[in-house]
């Protein structure tokens, strides 16, 4: 009965390669989000759909693209992968846009470039 | 950049000691929240605090919003081994759901 999923919950890579993380959510939200946590813990929003259609797009490098195929569904590529790019990604979800619908967060995925 | 720091970014406390945390932002938010989060998870919220001067308590842990609506704490009274986490405040702007979240607060209760 997962509420928020994300896969891989582990990733290492190389420099310069492309990957995905994809996430899923089963709570028949509208919403969806994609946040950045560093190594000192902060946590910082990067995108979020609401509808399949972009409505936060924060900066960051357009080597990050979300996909959200349908409402349950919101997926991170990154290209061309730096070291920097190392971070904890953690996906949400809350049932609207409005700022009184809570935020339910997936169990992250570590990214880790060698 | 809105930015809410935190304090005391580490806290080390016996089990049955009291604390708090602080949130403070130079930012007027419509809304603040506090999360805990766990190792290896994602954060869980606990509380959001909307007007100016609200308190709210959830058992032993008491948050209050500041009047003007740009500062919180949060006080754990007792705390308890199961209190160990890391704590993160949250602001919203009122622009859609966009969450500023705070430098975040290590806490650690020991036996």
């Known amino acids: 009965d997962t509420a928020v999923s994300q896969t891989p919950k582990y990733l290492v890579t190389q420099m310069g390669n492309d990957k995905s993380i994809k996430c899923e959510q089963n709570?028949?939200?509208?919403?969806m989000y994609w946040y950045k946590q560093d190594s000192k813990k902060f946590l910082k929003i990067m995108f979020s759909?609401?509808?399949?259609?972009?409505?936060i797009n924060e900066t960051v490098p357009n080597r990050f693209s979300p996909k959200s195929p349908d409402k349950a569904h919101l997926n991170l590529h990154i290209n061309s992968l730096e070291l920097g790019d190392s971070a904890v990604y953690f996906c949400?979800?809350?049932?609207?846009?409005?700022?009184?619908?809570?935020?339910?967060f997936g169990p992250g995925t570590r990214l880790t470039v060698l | 950049t809105q930015l809410l720091e935190q304090s005391p970014q580490f806290l080390s406390i016996q089990e049955g000691e009291n604390l708090t945390v602080y949130c403070n932002s130079s930012?007027?938010?419509?809304?603040l929240q506090w999360y805990r989060q766990e190792p290896g998870e994602g954060p869980v919220l606990l509380v959001t605090?909307?007007?100016?001067?609200e308190v709210k308590k959830l058992k032993r842990l008491t948050f209050q919003f500041g009047d003007a609506r740009k500062d919180s704490s949060l006080h754990i009274t007792a705390a308890q081994p199961g209190d160990t986490g890391l704590y993160l405040c949250?602001?919203?702007?009122?622009?859609?759901?966009?969450?500023?979240f705070g430098t975040g607060t290590q806490l650690k209760v020991e036996l």
């Open positions: 759909y609401n509808n399949k259609e972009l409505i």
């Open positions: 949250a602001g919203n702007t009122g622009g859609g759901n966009k969450l500023t």
């Open positions: 949400a979800s809350s049932r609207g846009a409005s700022g009184s619908d809570t935020q339910y």
């Open positions: 930012s007027v938010f419509s809304s």
């Open positions: 709570l028949g939200h509208d919403t």
């Open positions: 605090v909307v007007t100016g001067g």
